[in-house]
């Protein structure tokens, strides 16, 4: 069982180029969500899911994009890098009784130069 | 929204003594309350769930505890271990209302020495 599974690990992207954070997830798990974590501010969501084809906004989603066209998968897509997305991103999947718990990815290193 | 305050400061403690962490909210009293270790280069792994009107919940040597008087939470972990040393985060609903999504704290590190 792989629970949910984020690439690339690392990633390094010059200002202005665009790319796509994969997750991906076996558990059936009907939420999805996106969370980046940077230092003295402790994770902020940035987009979520409750299923298949709905997608909403967080706390900090200028600047990204999400798309949830099947269960398993959850992309980021990040439209026009710029330093400030300098983070580590994590993607995370729930049942849809948030009480069992978040499972996350290991999460992918982002640097912005 | 809800504001979720956890001590910035590392903790540290000799091993075999309890380290209690806080976890302070701001706004409405959640439905229930969540805690997660976060080891480096890791993503966060879920512990424990406390409810709204559960005063205590136990798990092997880690208790939590709800107080909603105070808009606080305790997370103990008694006889530490080294391999306890994480940095832990909780979390609770956006809003009062189980379905909305997770709001994390900070976090707080804990080191524990042998």
């Known amino acids: 069982n792989a629970g949910v599974t984020q690439t690339p690990k690392f990633q390094v992207l010059k200002t202005g180029q665009s790319m796509t954070l994969q997750c991906a997830q076996d558990?059936?798990?009907?939420?999805m969500s996106w969370y980046r974590q940077d230092p003295g501010m402790g994770l902020r969501l940035i987009h979520y899911?409750?299923?298949?084809?709905?997608?909403d906004q967080g706390e900090v989603p200028n600047g990204y994009n999400v798309s949830r066209s099947t269960t398993e998968d959850f992309p980021l897509r990040l439209l026009s890098a710029a330093p400030s997305q300098t983070s580590v991103y994590f993607c995370?999947?729930?049942?849809?009784?948030?009480?069992?718990?978040?499972?996350f990815g290991s999460g992918t290193r982002l640097t912005v130069v | 929204s809800q504001k979720i305050e956890q001590n910035s400061e590392a903790l540290n403690i000799q091993e075999g003594k309890t380290a209690t962490l806080t976890c302070n909210y701001t706004?409405?009293?959640?439905?229930?309350l969540q805690w997660y270790r976060q080891d480096p280069g890791r993503g966060p792994v879920f512990l424990l769930l406390?409810?709204?009107?559960?005063k205590e919940k136990r798990k092997e040597r880690l208790k939590v505890t709800f107080d909603t008087t105070l808009k606080q939470s305790l997370f103990h972990i008694t006889a530490s271990q080294p391999a306890d040393s994480a940095t832990y985060l909780c979390?609770?609903?956006?809003?009062?209302?189980?379905?909305?999504?997770?709001?994390f704290g900070g976090g707080t590190r804990l080191m524990v020495k042998p």
């Open positions: 979390a609770l609903p956006e809003n009062n209302n189980a379905g909305n999504m997770l709001t």
């Open positions: 406390i409810r709204e009107n559960e």
């Open positions: 706004n409405y009293s959640p439905a229930y």
């Open positions: 558990m059936n798990h009907e939420y």
């Open positions: 995370a999947s729930s049942y849809a009784d948030r009480t069992r718990g978040y499972t």
């Open positions: 899911s409750v299923g298949a084809g709905i997608t």
